[in-house]
C-alpha cells in the first residue's frame, strides 16, 4: 500500500508540473500587451519604427496568433515578411503540443483524483505527495541557473533543439519581429513563467502539508 501511494505521489507530482508549466508559459505569452508593454517600458518604439498604435495591434495580433485566433494574412498586415510568418508558423506549431501536453497531464490528474475520491480518499492528504511534491523546486532551481550563467546561450541552445531550421535568426535590420521582441522581452517572459510556476507550486505544496496536518490531528482525536 505504501509503494502504490509512492507510485501515485510520483505520478501525480509529474503530472501537476507539467500542467503548471504548460499552463505557466501559456498565461504569459497569450498575454496580449506585452509585446507592447516591452516596447513603452524601453521606450524603443522609435527602434522598431513603428507607432505607439501599431506596435499595439501587432502585440495583440502576435498572441492572437499564438493562440489559434489568428492567421498568416494577420501576420503580413502588421508587416511580417515570408521568413518570419513561416518561423511563427514554427513556434505556433511548439505551442500545440504544450497546450496537448497540458491536456494529457490534466486529464491524468483528475483521473488519479477522482478515482481516489470514488473511494472517499483525498490524494493531497498523501505524506508521499507531500515529499514527491519537492521535486516540482528543482524546474526553477535549474532554470533559474541557467538564467544566470548564460541567458543567451540557453536561449540559442533552445532554439537549436526545437527548430530544425535557421528561420529564427532575423536581422533587426530587416526582420520586425525581432525589433519588436528583442531579448529583454525574453527575459521578462523567461522571469514572469518562472514567478507563475513558483508559487503554483508553492500553493499546492503548502495545501498538502495543511491537509496531511489535518489529517493526522483528527487520527490523533479519535485516538484519544
Sequence with gaps: ??????????????????????????????????????????????????????????????????????????????????????????????????NNIKIVAAIITLIIIMLYAWKKINVFKFKELRNTLFIGYLVPIFFGILYLIDFRGAFVKFHEIFFKNDLWQLDPKTDLLIRLMPEEFFVSGFIKILAYYTISIFVIHICSFYYVARCSSKMKKKEV
Design 1 to 98: 500500500m505504501k509503494n502504490m501511494k509512492l507510485s501515485v505521489a510520483i505520478i501525480l507530482t509529474l503530472n501537476i508540473i507539467a500542467l503548471i508549466l504548460c499552463q505557466a508559459i501559456q498565461t504569459v505569452s497569450y498575454d496580449e500587451n506585452a509585446v507592447y508593454m516591452c516596447a513603452k517600458h524601453m521606450d524603443s518604439f522609435d527602434y522598431i519604427d513603428r507607432t505607439e498604435d501599431e506596435v499595439l495591434v501587432a502585440s495583440k495580433v502576435i498572441a492572437g496568433y499564438l493562440r489559434g485566433l489568428n492567421g498568416d494574412e494577420h501576420l503580413s498586415l502588421i508587416g511580417l515578411n515570408d521568413k518570419e510568418i513561416s518561423h511563427m508558423r514554427d513556434v505556433r506549431g511548439i505551442y500545440k503540443t504544450i
